[in-house]
């Protein structure tokens, strides 16, 4: 049974930090990994997509990486804000997506 | 615009009410599911469904059901709640027909059973 982990749980920075949020996963056999953002008693914003061929993808500040051997994935996010104060969650694909528990994010001004 | 709606966004009831959680999306997309989420805790896949007339349970076992009589339209009913039916109940959508598989979520719908 697939199990993903996510470390920290919780982070504190102040603004303007580089900060990288980790994900691993025991089974290597995945079709895709989805990085989300989550805002207190809302849903999840997709923010990253990478197929399980893909090493890594790049939107705006952020940056995804994947290594399927080792079973890792990290979120990269470059001079953070305020406004990136989230919980961020990991999920792998197979057939359904596995989610992790999330990483709490808060930027200090 | 393209987008995924839940309804209502808040619901406060008592036991033994039935009650229908609403989703829909106007995405196109042909994949569809349910999750559910504690506070604090992972969110849980309770049922999916592959397009019309199909539907999956998932890996938590949940007393709700569903139904997927149109493409765009994913309601999900408690016949009678309990207060162990209180969490938060989160709406996806993905389309696999261009391989993506992407996931989208609607804003959740958070009930409170008294």
């Known amino acids: 049974k697939q199990e993903v982990t996510q470390i920290p749980a919780a982070l504190s920075v102040p603004e303007g930090e580089n900060l990288v949020l980790n994900c691993s996963f025991t089974?290597?056999?995945?079709?895709?990994l989805q990085w989300f953002r989550q805002d207190p008693g809302k849903g999840l914003t997709s923010l990253l997509l990478?197929?399980?061929?893909?090493r890594e993808q790049t939107s705006g500040r952020l940056n995804a990486s994947l290594d399927k051997s080792s079973g890792r994935s990290t979120l990269y996010i470059a001079a953070s804000q305020p406004g990136d104060s989230a919980t961020y969650l990991c999920a792998v694909a197979l057939y359904q997506l596995t989610f992790g528990k999330g990483t709490k994010l808060s930027v200090i001004p | 615009e393209a987008d995924i709606y839940q309804t209502p966004r808040y619901l406060v009831i008592g036991t033994g009410k039935k009650i229908t959680l609403e989703c829909s999306q106007t995405m196109g997309h042909d994949k569809m599911y349910w999750y559910q989420q504690d506070p604090g805790m992972e969110l849980h896949l309770i049922h999916y469904s592959y397009g019309v007339n199909s539907t999956e349970k998932g890996d938590l076992s949940s007393e709700s059901t569903v139904s997927r009589i149109r493409t765009e339209h994913f309601p999900l009913t408690l016949e009678s709640a309990r207060p162990s039916h209180t969490s938060q109940y989160l709406c996806?959508?993905?389309?696999?027909?261009?391989?993506?598989?992407?996931?989208?979520f609607g804003p959740g719908t958070r009930l409170t059973v008294l």
């Open positions: 089974d290597s056999a995945i079709y895709n």
């Open positions: 996806a959508s993905s389309e696999t027909r261009t391989g993506s598989d992407e996931q989208f």
């Open positions: 990478i197929q399980s061929s893909q």
